[in-house]
């Protein structure tokens, strides 16, 4: 799980990128409008081969994006 913080400008940038980068790799997307909408939280839940990839991808095209905590989701 992965949680990125960008300006609400920028969403479908960052949603471009996280799914041209990930494809099958990802999980689920949640979005959530935070500080009066001016800004969007993301959270990822991505297979572990993709983050690196994906951290890369999103710090090259959206620098200002904010990454929050990478946290393993708990086995079912």
Request: glycine share 4%.
């Amino acid at each position: 799980m992965m949680c990125i913080t960008v300006d609400a400008a920028s969403v479908a940038e960052l949603r471009r990128v996280i799914v041209s980068t990930c494809g099958d790799l990802m999980v689920y997307m949640r979005i959530k409008p935070v500080e009066h909408a001016s800004k969007m939280k993301f959270w990822l839940c991505l297979s572990k081969s993709s983050v690196d990839a994906v951290i890369g991808n999103i710090m090259r095209v959206l620098p200002q994006a904010e990454f929050g905590r990478i946290t393993p989701m708990p086995q079912a």
